[in-house]
């Protein structure tokens, strides 16, 4: 899995899904201050929040069809230098409508990512641990977000939040250097011919080629984006409100909710690196019963129990228990990360695979336009955030309920 330059392309991946998360959840980290600030309520950080997630979602797709096109390599260098410059370009905002600007087209950047990652492993490893290398390279991203509490909020603290943006701004375009100079698109030509080997003992035997129009109107698709939808659902509401919360509802420091934001990161680290690995194991497992039946085994039971964690971390009465649930919910949150990735490369022929998955993804990310403004508004209107813990839940459920009867192999004919 990391010989003939594989494990370089696994590095560069996993480093980007650091930055990207590092990136993306330093306004989390930082909105007490900026809240402060900026004189800003909870529904105008979380109209904030939220606008992010509107340059994201287009630009899943777009930037999916763009590594079909131009090549993985290329869109998401491209893709780095524009974020990390609106990542910078935070410290420019003197006002709500500013904030929101810069993080539209801050989202635009950062939509390409997954697809592009989808496309390189799809590009580089055969079909038996791709899922267990989207794990890995995603990995990259709970990392990102455990390091950004305590990367931004010492800084915040110490020096000014403004600060924190131009660092992180820095590392990205840092990355986008090495990247360029030692990343190839493709393996080697010996290596090219082992992976088109096993991927024609995966492929249609009718020869026939399918349209991208046709894999976007399966239900297979569409449902799988349904729980990835409800997987993002929970996630934008853990990674743009969690500090709030703490801060707000727990009483906790700027300075110890930094500390306590890392715990449910970690875990996430270790549910997305892990989730793959046992994706492609329980495939070799269940071989006879194929492919979909391990993806659906590992996503159905976890994003069901992210579900019930997520629910119940709303009624506790403690701290302590808050917060063990919600660690609990984003470990079992993560270990669905690469299943749905998995699946797009699994059911989608290698010249769509790109757009399909940046389709999938746009759908799944509509959840981060209106999961954090929805959250605001619960917040403003009810003074606890009980309501917004519960709803993530029961959507989550009904989501693992409907991959269960939708998401089958794709018929296609001869």
Not at 9 to 36: C, E, K, Q, T, W
């Amino acid at each position: 899995m990391f010989s003939k330059g594989r494990g370089v392309v696994i590095l560069f991946l996993f480093l980007a899904g650091v930055v990207n998360y590092l990136d993306r959840s330093a306004l989390s980290v930082g909105a007490p201050f900026i809240r402060h600030d900026l004189t800003l309520t909870d529904t105008q950080m979380g109209i904030i929040f939220s606008s992010f997630s509107v340059g994201y979602a287009i630009f899943n797709f777009l930037g999916g069809m763009a590594s079909d096109r131009f090549g993985a390599k290329l869109t998401l260098f491209v893709a780095m230098i524009v974020w990390s410059l609106f990542s910078g370009a935070i410290v420019l905002a003197v006002g709500f409508v500013s904030m929101i600007v810069i993080r539209v087209l801050f989202g635009m950047g950062e939509g390409p990512l997954s697809a592009t990652i989808n496309k390189m492993v799809n590009n580089w490893f055969p079909p038996s641990n791709r899922a267990s290398v989207v794990g890995l390279t995603n990995s990259g991203t709970p990392l990102g977000g455990a390091i950004s509490g305590p990367i931004v909020g010492f800084i915040a603290i110490s020096f000014g939040w403004r600060y924190s943006f131009i660092a992180i701004m820095l590392i990205g375009l840092i990355w986008a250097l090495f990247w360029w100079k030692f990343v190839k698109e493709k393996p080697s030509d010996s290596a090219s011919a082992e992976l088109e080997i096993a991927a024609a003992k995966e492929r249609d035997q009718s020869g026939k080629k399918y349209s991208l129009t046709f894999y976007l109107k399966q239900k297979t698709v569409l449902f799988t984006a349904f729980a990835f939808f409800a997987y993002n659902y929970i996630l934008f509401f853990f990674l743009t409100w969690f500090p709030s919360y703490l801060v707000d509802a727990r009483g906790l420091s700027v300075k110890d909710m930094s500390v306590v934001t890392v715990i449910p990161w970690i875990l996430g680290f270790l549910g997305l690196a892990l989730g793959g690995i046992v994706s492609d194991f329980f495939y070799k497992k269940f071989i006879k019963k194929g492919v979909l039946f391990s993806r659906k085994l590992v996503l159905v039971t976890c994003l069901f129990l992210s579900a019930v964690c997520i629910g119940f971390a709303g009624v506790v009465t403690t701290t302590v228990g808050a917060v063990t649930l919600v660690a609990l919910s984003v470990f079992f949150l993560y270990l669905t990360g690469a299943i749905y990735w998995a699946i797009i490369n699994d059911v989608v022929d290698q010249n769509n695979v790109g757009s399909v998955g940046g389709f999938m993804h746009f759908l799944a990310n509509t959840a981060g336009i209106i999961g954090p403004t929805l959250t605001g508004y619960l917040v403003d209107k009810s003074g606890t955030f009980t309501a917004a813990f519960i709803l993530a839940g029961a959507l989550a459920v009904v989501a693992s309920l409907a991959v269960i009867r939708f998401v089958r192999p794709i018929v296609k004919e001869a």
